[in-house]
Nanobody, 130 residues
């Protein structure tokens, strides 16, 4: 059974930092992508960042580029999202998902397309407020 477990969310002041973790179990493949998505109240879920697990290529939404960094620890089957200079607009439930059909030939622009993802975690709340 495939499971994704997110952690690391919380309440932080504007300008603060958080590190989210997404740990994957029950999924074995050499080629897949992990994506971080977020959904704010009243808004659609949007792709924030993703990483190609096989070759490490990354993608970031323009709204977070330069503030968020995605990384992976293959030994721990974990993807991290380091979030710096957080803004109130970053407040949302953050979820990670697996794109199991990813390959080294898939272009990174495909990464934030939600329909590609088959498995999801339960989400972790990030609230940026003073």
């Amino acid at each position: 059974q495939v499971q994704l477990v997110e952690s690391g969310g919380g309440l932080v002041q504007p300008g603060g930092s958080l590190r989210l973790s997404c740990t994957v179990s029950g999924f074995t493949s050499d080629h897949y992508a992990i994506g971080w998505f977020r959904q704010a109240p009243g808004k659609d879920r949007e792709g924030v960042s993703c990483i190609s697990f096989g070759d490490g290529r990354t993608w970031y939404a323009p709204s977070v580029k330069g503030r968020l960094t995605i990384s992976r620890d293959n030994a721990k089957n974990t993807v991290y999202l380091q979030m710096n200079s957080l803004e109130p607009a970053d407040t949302a439930v953050y979820s990670c998902g697996i794109d199991p059909n990813w390959s080294v030939r898939t272009i990174m622009a495909m990464c934030p397309m939600e329909w590609r993802y088959d498995y999801w975690g339960q989400g972790t709340q990030v609230t940026v407020s003073s």
